[in-house]
């Protein structure tokens, strides 16, 4: 079955510096990944939708100028934090769906910001 | 806005009992269930899935019901074993988007 693969899985990084999360399916072509964010404690929020050669569409509230998504290839979409704070320090899974019904998920970023 | 969620955040059970996760949904809508596993330091791991037309699926030691009536799912898990202590997730899928809710954490006491 598909694998999909994040890295790093995890990074710590100074606060204003940038970080880049990758994410990448490595048996199938995906043309549609998903960024889910979750604090500890809780669940994962989507982000937003990574679109293979077209602009991401983001989720109310999640700021798209702060993290930004890069979907250049059908196998890897990017994820990058920009000017990160320590509240954006949190455990960050990206997903592909196979289809409507059934989706893969990697085995996530912790970033902490310090 | 609609979402799916969940009554008991926590839920700790002798090994070999049986566990009853339960979830509330209020998107009537929805037309689609997953239950997710999470470990520590992990992503989502698919557990099984219900489609509305069923009120029942059974897997590999776990059952989901659904109550489309009063939107409410359960994840039953037989003979509760030291491995299943995760956060348990329901989730409703919504045109290749999955949302979540806010999880329950089972522990298993050996």
């Known amino acids: 079955g598909a694998v999909v693969s994040q890295h790093p899985s995890w990074v710590i990084c100074k606060s204003g510096t940038s970080v880049k999360i990758e994410c990448r399916s490595l048996?199938?072509?995906?043309?549609?990944m998903f960024w889910y964010r979750q604090f500890p404690k809780q669940s994962l929020m989507l982000m937003a939708t990574?679109?293979?050669?077209?602009?991401?569409?983001?989720e109310q509230g999640v700021e798209k100028d702060k993290f930004l998504i890069n979907h250049a290839s059908l196998t890897l979409s990017t994820l990058t934090v920009t000017s990160a704070h320590p509240e954006d320090s949190s455990f960050y899974i990206c997903?592909?769906?196979?289809?409507?019904?059934?989706?893969?998920f990697g085995q996530g970023t912790r970033l902490t910001v310090v | 806005g609609e979402s799916v969620g969940l009554h008991l955040p926590t839920l700790s059970v002798q090994e070999g009992d049986n566990s009853i996760i339960n979830c509330a949904y209020s998107?009537?809508?929805?037309?689609?269930f997953i239950w997710y596993k999470q470990e520590s330091g992990k992503g989502p791991q698919f557990i099984i899935d219900i489609r509305s037309n069923m009120d029942k699926r059974q897997g590999q030691r776990v059952t989901v019901l659904l109550n489309k009536t009063v939107k409410h799912l359960s994840l039953q898990i037989a003979a509760t074993q030291p491995g299943d202590s995760a956060v348990y997730f329901c989730a409703e899928a919504n045109y290749d988007k999955v949302i979540f809710g806010p999880g329950t954490s089972l522990s298993v006491i050996p």
């Open positions: 997903s592909v769906p196979l289809s409507r019904l059934e989706a893969f």
């Open positions: 998107n009537s809508a929805s037309d689609y």
């Open positions: 048996d199938f072509q995906a043309t549609t």
């Open positions: 990574s679109n293979e050669g077209s602009k991401a569409t983001y």
